[in-house]
């Protein structure tokens, strides 16, 4: 399931990342990579060990637990600190698949379930850098306003286009949720939708409760941690 998730942040925390981020020191992207990676990656990354990368990010998973649809369709167990790129000049990042299983800073390990990237440029200021996602409908492109994001299954092959005209500046991260398999988690995420929707419209208050209990069982069913 793709999903694309509108205003993780809004406006003016776009700007006041960005403007921390446009004066920041930029290595290259390769330092969080496995030998196949290397080979396609080109682009720029804040540093691991950077401050400003985990005070951002910090600020990136506050944006994540405040945003019902994020947390609907990601029912998150873990997330890895977010990091951030930059690809300009020709950045580019060849097809691959993301690794699936990553350790944390505390030695505890994460599954990557969904991967997770937050635009962070408008689409206006580049030209290139669509986010490519290959999955079994075939092939979806993808480049949202700054301040969007996508979650995908982090187990399809995916890349990033050359950028050729300005900078596409980018948060990424990847997430381990509660319910594993993909199809589960989408019949939640329907059945969420529909249990608001019936909110909203004032229906049978009875028939929703019933309608809550049952989300909430199927998650007890499914919920792995
Ligand atoms: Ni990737």
């Known amino acids: 399931m793709l999903l694309h998730i509108e205003r993780l942040l809004d406006a003016s925390a776009v700007a006041r990342m960005r403007a921390r981020l446009d004066s920041a020191d930029w290595i290259d992207g390769r330092e969080t ?5 290397a080979e396609v990656k080109r ?6 060990a950077s401050p400003l990368r985990a005070e951002l990010g910090r600020e990136v998973l506050a944006a994540c637990a405040g945003h019902s649809v994020f947390h609907a369709a990601t029912l998150p ?7 951030f790129n930059r690809y300009a000049g020709g950045g580019i990042y060849g097809a691959h698949i993301d690794g699936a299983v990553m350790t944390l800073a505390d030695g505890s390990q994460l599954r990557s379930d969904i991967a997770c990237t937050l635009f962070l440029a408008n689409p206006d200021d580049y030209d290139g850098g669509e986010l490519i996602i290959d999955d079994t409908w075939g092939e979806h492109e993808v480049k949202l306003p700054a301040g969007d994001a996508v979650v995908y299954p982090a187990g399809s092959l995916h890349r990033v286009e050359p950028v050729t005209r300005g900078a596409r500046v980018a948060s990424f991260f990847w997430i381990q949720s509660l319910v594993r398999d993909e199809a589960k988690r989408r019949t939640l995420l329907q059945l969420d939708a529909s249990i608001r929707q019936l909110t909203a419209s004032a229906a049978d208050n009875a028939a929703i409760k019933q309608l809550t209990g049952v989300y909430h069982n199927l998650l007890r069913l499914w919920a792995e941690a």
């Open 33 to 37: 990579v496995g030998p196949q990676g």
């Open 43 to 48: 682009n720029q990354q804040l540093p691991e």
């Open 77 to 83: 167990v873990k997330i890895l600190p977010p990091r």
